[in-house]
């Protein structure tokens, strides 16, 4: 269901506000920041997690489960697009006539009356705000941000800051990236996705029009190699809208040219308005030195030098889930990315493939939503083709329920028929010991995927280490 923007109030006026699912990557970030800023705060999820024992331990009052009497006083309750009308904290707080807000509102609420940098995009978005929060930082600016998910470094996922940016990671995938007060508006790539919402790829191209022509959006950062974000771009400058865009094409305003790929790092000579420096990056694939120059064309267009930008763009060292390494026993190394679409799993598996140099890559695949699968199967079997070995297990539903004829199997065909080595492995409970029995010495390991399928890579490292 896409979400249309609704009023917003600034956040220390909505009173004590409560989140229901407040343990999510996102909604946890967000319940720290209105913490941190004085507000009464608690929130409930259906299992105990680290998140939610964070927050509890930093003041927040947290529950596992959900109870309508958990509401407290609250006045307004935030809810992710994943929480069902049936949900009995929900239902009281509509009988009680609370305000409710989605979490892209409450965030909203936070980012009034700061420099609003938004960052949409198909794929890339998380890492793209991830670099550009540490760029900000490292160059003394002190932004505000909320990432889908936590800094590698730091292991956090929010930060309210004292400096005017404030950062934050724009989903399309239900039209909330629309209701953010942005003033720069960055779009990494374009490919149709979320068709269940957006019914077709026009509608989805035209959300990321209303994105960056939204009335306080000053400067909108593209990738001009993109062949829809470039299309996008030449639309807004002849509206005479201020378009800054990136990648290795002649016309970029800010150009990359002389990659380096080894291991597990990137680097590139970046142009931009007669200055020419060198950017190291510690981490891998060319998708990330894209990134990167995302998030430089944002520091830029806030002012910061570029020499101190591209110097904190190489303490950059990754975010959770986006090519983490889990562990290495014996010479076979585990990985963790979240990949869940075609493109994005063909960037990660180009990427290990480089960082894998002799040995060989075993992919790992969980497939996300009925939808994506039914919609796409095709398309990941050949982007897992890429992998010497591939491993499929069966969807994690999300918010989905299942679809006849919808499974894990489609895929696992599709890459067969692409020409992989694939295994259909259904129970994911089984998936550490199917892979266990396949690694070698040399190989890359890498688990993909927006589901649960995060929790086979530490399984596996305690099997090869039984092993060993």
Known sequence: MLREPVEVLPAQEVGPVHFI??????????????????????????????ALRQLNRNGVRTHVGHDAAQLGDAQTVVVSSAIRESNPELAAARERGL??????????ALMLGREGVSIAGTHGKTTTTGMTAVMLDGVGADPSYVIGSPLASTGKSAHLGGGEAFVVEADESDGT????????????????????????????????????????????????DDPVAAALGDQLRSQGRTVVAYGEGKGCEVRL?????????????????????????????????GNACAAFAVGRLLGHDPDALVRAASTFTGTLRRFQLVGEVDGVRV???????????????????????????????????????QEFAQEFGEALALADVVVVT??????????????????HEAALAAGAES???????????????????????????????????????DQLTVRR
């Open 335 to 373: 990985y963790d990315d979240y990949a869940h679409h075609p493109t994005e799993i063909r960037a990660a598996l180009t990427a290990a493939r480089k960082a894998a140099e002799q040995g060989r890559v075993v992919a790992c695949f969980q497939p996300h939503l009925f939808s994506r699968t």
């Open 177 to 224: 990236f629309l209701q953010y007060p942005t003033t720069i508006a960055v779009v990494t790539n374009v490919e149709a996705d979320h068709l269940d919402n957006w019914g077709s790829a026009e509608a989805y191209h035209h959300g990321f029009l209303r994105f960056a022509t939204g009335e306080r959006v000053r400067a909108v950062v593209l990738d001009g």
């Open 423 to 461: 295994l259909y492995v259904p129970n994911k409970a089984h998936l550490p010991s199917a892979l266990a029995n396949l690694a070698q010495s040399g190989d890359l390991v890498m688990t993909l995927g927006a589901g649960d399928v995060t929790l086979v890579g530490p399984l596996l490292v």
């Open 99 to 108: 305000r409710i807000w989605h979490r892209s509102t409450a965030l909203a």
């Open 394 to 411: 069966d969807v994690y539903a999300a918010r989905e329920d299942p679809i006849e004829g919808v499974d894990g199997s489609l895929v």
């Open 21 to 50: 699912a407040i343990g999510g990557a996102g909604m946890s970030g967000i319940a720290q920041l209105y913490h941190d800023l004085g507000v009464e705060v608690s929130g409930s999820d259906q299992a105990d997690s680290p």
């Open 257 to 289: 040219s002389e990659l380096d790929f080894e291991g597990t790092s990137a680097a590139a000579t970046i142009s931009h308005d007669g200055w020419t420096g060198r950017m190291q990056l510690q981490v891998p694939g060319r998708y990330n030195l």
